[in-house]
């Protein structure tokens, strides 16, 4: 399957570059979450418990429901999973 870029995204979804660099950086999180999740049997509740974040709001984000779905909430999901994010910052060409 061939990763769509966030310029892509962007341009097929008519939003701004930065709104598709977004939605890309949530949902490689979102993914490694799962990933990280099913490979301890974690489950939602547990997620929300250590997150701190409603297990609804738990649920419909790991569904892939990104709308209203701050990076911090993706964060918190993410260290309640025992994983950290790197940031690579790098010159436009």
Do not use: F
Not at 14 to 21: D, N, S
Not at 29 to 55: C, M, N, Q, Y
Not at 71 to 89: F, I, P
């Amino acid at each position: 399957m061939k990763k769509t870029s966030s310029e892509e995204l962007a341009k097929k979804l008519k939003i701004a570059p930065g709104r598709g660099l977004e939605a890309v950086i949530k949902a490689q999180l979102i993914s490694a979450i799962l990933e990280a999740a099913a490979k301890t049997d974690t489950t939602h509740a547990e997620i929300a418990r250590v997150s701190g974040v409603p297990r609804t709001a738990v649920t419909g984000i790991l569904n892939g429901s990104l709308q209203k779905v701050s990076l911090d909430r993706v964060l918190r999901l993410l260290e309640a999973v025992n994983l950290t994010a790197q940031v690579k910052v790098k010159k436009a060409a």
